[in-house]
């Protein structure tokens, strides 16, 4: 597969939207003083790192080049994640929200190992990361 492959223009797609979220969260670790949340947070940075790791694998094993480049904070999250905690954790979750629908619009336009990469690994981690930043964003409300 070549570089304008669309499975490996799709998974770049998907690594730019991952380094974007982990920039984002390392701006929203920032505003969070409570442990519980800095802990949760943390480990959802680390998830999205990881799910970074898997995509860059995944479209070299396709033939293409990994995208690269400076990442941005979720666009108009980068303002609300470097605010007050709740305000922070509120933002991740609506970028968590985003980012789930984008995987699940996508996924459709990519077919055969890269779909079921998608589905089978980085859907459900995305799946969980949603949810934990959820649950968290409902206990400290």
């Given at each position: 597969m070549a570089q304008n492959d669309p499975a490996v223009e799709t998974?770049?797609?998907?690594?730019?939207?991952?380094?974007?979220?982990?920039?984002?969260?390392?701006?929203?670790?920032?505003?969070?003083?409570?442990?519980?949340?800095?802990?949760?947070?943390?480990?959802?940075?680390?998830?999205?790192?990881?799910?970074?790791?898997?995509?860059?694998?995944?479209?070299?094993?396709?033939?293409?080049?990994?995208?690269?480049?400076?990442?941005?904070?979720?666009?108009p999250l980068a303002h609300a994640a470097s605010a007050d905690e709740l305000t922070a954790i509120a933002a991740l979750e609506q970028g968590e929200d985003r980012e789930l629908h984008d995987y699940e619009r996508d996924v459709a336009s990519i077919h055969g190992e890269a779909r079921r990469f998608v589905r089978m690994e980085l859907l459900p981690r995305q799946k969980r990361t949603h949810e934990r930043v959820s649950r968290l964003k409902r206990t400290l409300h």
């Open positions: 998974l770049n797609t998907f690594l730019r939207t991952e380094a974007n979220a982990v920039e984002t969260y390392r701006r929203a670790l920032n505003a969070v003083r409570n442990d519980l949340a800095r802990r949760t947070l943390e480990d959802c940075q680390h998830d999205h790192e990881a799910r970074m790791e898997a995509l860059r694998q995944r479209i070299a094993k396709l033939g293409g080049e990994p995208a690269n480049g400076g990442a941005e904070p979720w666009g």
